[in-house]
T-cell receptor, first 114, second 113 residues
């Protein structure tokens, strides 16, 4: 079975704090893709990152970084020095290689307080 | 450069009525996807197209739902005999066939009274 679990329903931090959003996935495929999307209050899903299962290198993009660990089936997302504009719902998703269908977690609502 | 667009953005209808939504993907994208999202949940896959061919349908897509992409460009999603349980945000996304990033439109929020 394919599944994505985001155990943190809601996280609230004060601006400038670092915050990590957890994502744990299940799949039997050897080739798959993992994604993070942001959904701000306006509602439109914004693509953040895609990783394939053969590339375990961590990725950094500005204040965002991602830690992919196949050993624990996790793909965690860290925001450094958070800002109010980072407030949104963040979704982790899995795509099996066979059909590009995205399987989504339930999302983590991130609240950054000024 | 325009992104994925959806029309209408909001639709309120009475139970039993038919509704149709439109999605215009990014112009060079061959794949088009429909998802449904209810409050507090992640999107649920409904169906997808490669060009004009509908390649997969979720079992969530009952026979009251039909989707088309007649010329491989825009797509329509029709819901017949709407039910209150159909109330949700309907999201459309597109991607290039050999690239798996999906880019989403703003969604159509359906409310069935």
């Amino acid at each position: 079975a394919q599944k994505v679990t985001q155990a943190q329903t809601e996280i609230s931090v004060v601006e400038k704090e670092d915050v990590t959003l957890d994502c744990v996935y299940e799949t039997r495929d050897t080739t798959y893709y993992l994604f993070w999307y942001k959904q701000p209050p306006s509602g439109e899903l914004v693509f953040l990152i895609r990783r394939n299962s053969f590339d375990e290198q961590n990725e950094i993009s500005g204040r965002y970084s991602w830690n992919f660990q196949k050993s624990t089936s996790s793909f965690n997302f860290t925001i450094t020095a958070s800002q109010v504009v980072d407030s949104a719902v963040y979704f982790c998703a899995l795509s099996p290689d066979s059909n590009y269908q995205l399987i989504w977690g339930a999302g983590t609502k991130l609240i950054i307080k000024p | 450069d325009t992104g994925v667009s959806q029309d209408p953005r909001h639709k309120i209808t009475k139970r039993g009525q038919n509704v149709t939504f439109r999605c215009d993907p990014i112009s060079e994208h061959n794949r088009l996807y429909w998802y449904r999202q209810t409050l507090g949940q992640g999107p649920e896959f409904l169906t997808y197209f490669q060009n004009e061919a509908q390649l997969e349908k979720s079992r969530l897509l009952s026979d009251r739902f039909s989707a088309e992409r007649p010329k491989g460009s825009f797509s329509t999603l029709e819901i017949q005999r709407t039910e209150q349980g159909d109330s949700a945000m309907y999201l459309c996304a597109s991607s290039q066939s050999d690239v798996t990033e999906q880019f989403f439109g703003p969604g159509t929020r359906l409310t069935v009274l």
